[in-house]
């Protein structure tokens, strides 16, 4: 029996796009279902200034195929050099839709980040004054603190210190993996938000670690335990309107994942939204979907939901994604959930 559902068309509020071979191998995947995406600013280097950020909006433009239509909706990575009022300029243009916190040294890319939070005050100041989210990689770096307890000692070291001393500032706690986000998210307003991936919906460390460890399944921040993973599911699927998804699309060559010293991402492009669909769906919850997906993060990011729409069509026979995509000289191995998807994108 084939089941039908019609969606506004979803939006991904976090994507790796990275650049050449790579940005022209990946952005069809997302194009294809997303009408708009927040684009991570970490390529190195890093998309710091709001010139930088159109020159790349130009070349995201430039890559996508003749027919198909995508927004990029650009970000600016925060360096203790960032200029307020380039920040400013590049929001009023229209040009940027949010900045990002990288704290140095959390995840790829993230060399520029930010280490003194004292040097960064003045722009979060003019970001609160004229509305500009701040998206947050929410992780301390410390080299004592252990991998997965990272994002539960950003919150109280860092985040909540810098939310108190800059009232009115928008937050966007990105790809959140832990029952202490999903918390702190609902302890508070809705100035703060938190976009959730696939892969932290579904998995937990167990899924990436027991019987072998696999590459595939390593991101940053890390897959937690259980139950972690379980207060995100029902945060999903709760309806509230301060979670949405952002995939955290994050591709890598594949002999990069399959190294000695593993790259962190997972590449949900092209089966993010068939693998939710049958999430939501084994959940009981398939009318809390289109929130999830369509417009929770517009709303946030005070943005019309798209007009058009995608069809969800679930089938009998387990729906077959590519194992890999090609990328120039290399491949891009694609998300495997571990479980049969009957859903696809129709
Ligand atoms: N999530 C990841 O594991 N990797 C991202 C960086 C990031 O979002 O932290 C990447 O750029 O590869
Ligand atoms: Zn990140
Ligand atoms: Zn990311």
Known sequence: MTQSLILARPDDWHLHLRDGAMLAAVLPETARHFARAIIMPNLVPPVVTGAQAAAYRDRILTALPDGMSFEPLMTLYLTEDTDPADVAAAHASGLVKAVKLYPAGATTNSASGVSDF??????????????????????????????????????????????????????????????????????????????????HLILDRNDMLVGGMRPHYYCLPILKRSDHRKALHAAAISGDARFFLGTDSAPHPTHAKEAECCSAGCFTAPNALPILAQTFETAGALDKLEGFISRHGPAFYGLPVNSDTITLTKSDAPTTFPAKIDAGDHTVTVFDPGFPVYWSVT
């Open 118 to 199: 004292t040097k960064v005050r003045a722009v979060l100041e003019k970001m609160a004054e004229i509305g500009l989210p701040l998206c947050v990689h929410g992780e301390v770096t410390d080299r004592d603190i252990d991998i997965f307890d990272r994002e539960a000692v950003f919150i109280d070291r860092v985040l909540d210190p810098i939310r108190k001393a800059t009232p009115g500032l928008r937050v966007v706690m990105e790809h959140i993996t832990t029952k202490n986000g999903v918390d702190y998210v609902l302890a508070n307003d809705t100035d703060l938000g938190a976009t959730i991936t696939v892969q």
